[in-house]
Antibody, heavy 117, light 110 residues
């Protein structure tokens, strides 16, 4: 069974940092692009970043460029999102997604990040 | 303001056919395929349509997708109460080098 389990969310002050992790199982992690997608409370879906299988390509939404870094460890079947200089408008549920634009995407259950003083 | 434009709401009665549009441009829908997602309240989104008009196994054939030029559409026929959800289109944008979503359409079954 395909599983994506996010962790690392929580309450952080503006300007602070958090590192999200996503543990993958049930499929060959190294074969897939991976994405982070977020959803602010009561709002729509917003794509955050994605990363190619071998980390040779990484893309980000403009609003997080220079603040967030996506990475992966294929040996550990894990995806990461390092978030620095957090702002109130980064508050959202963050989802780890296998191959968002592919034919077999799979979403994790999400982890809540709250940026507030 | 989303790069892809969807109507914020749609509605229909049980058994009716409803269509949700997704309008983009030559750099996104015009040159890339579209996925459609359904999000039930309090849950993660679920894939309904990939590659413009392909249904994953397990998705009822009441759901269908199409694309023409820089617009895509999701049609739901034989509307059921359990179809009440938020629907999102998504694709790659070659100019932004980013995935773009529509703003989402809240479907109400009257």
């Amino acid at each position: 069974e395909v599983q994506l389990v996010e962790s690392g969310g929580g309450l952080v002050q503006p300007g602070g940092s958090l590192r999200l992790s996503c543990a993958a199982s049930g499929f060959t992690f190294s074969n897939f692009w991976m994405d982070w997608v977020r959803q602010a409370p009561g709002k729509g879906l917003e794509w955050v970043a994605n990363i190619k299988q071998d980390e040779s390509e990484k893309y980000y939404v403009d609003s997080v460029k220079g603040r967030f870094t996506i990475s992966r460890d294929n040996a550990k079947n894990s995806l990461y999102l390092q978030m620095n200089s957090l702002r109130a408008d980064d508050t959202a549920v963050y989802y780890c997604v296998r191959g968002l634009l592919g034919a077999t995407p799979h979403w994790g259950q999400g982890t809540l990040v709250t940026v507030s003083s | 303001q989303s790069v892809l434009t969807q109507p914020p709401s749609a509605s229909g009665t049980p058994g009716q056919r409803v269509t949700i549009s997704c309008s983009g441009s030559s750099s996104n829908i015009g040159s890339n395929s579209v996925n459609w997602y359904q999000q039930l309240p309090g849950t993660a989104p679920k894939l309904l349509i990939y590659s413009n008009n392909q249904r994953p196994s397990g998705v009822p054939d009441r759901f269908s997708g199409s694309k023409s030029g820089t617009s895509a559409s999701l049609a739901i026929s034989g509307l059921q109460s359990e179809d009440e959800a938020d629907y999102y289109c998504a694709t790659w944008d070659d100019s932004l080098n980013a995935v773009v979503f529509g703003g989402g359409t809240k479907l109400t079954v009257l």
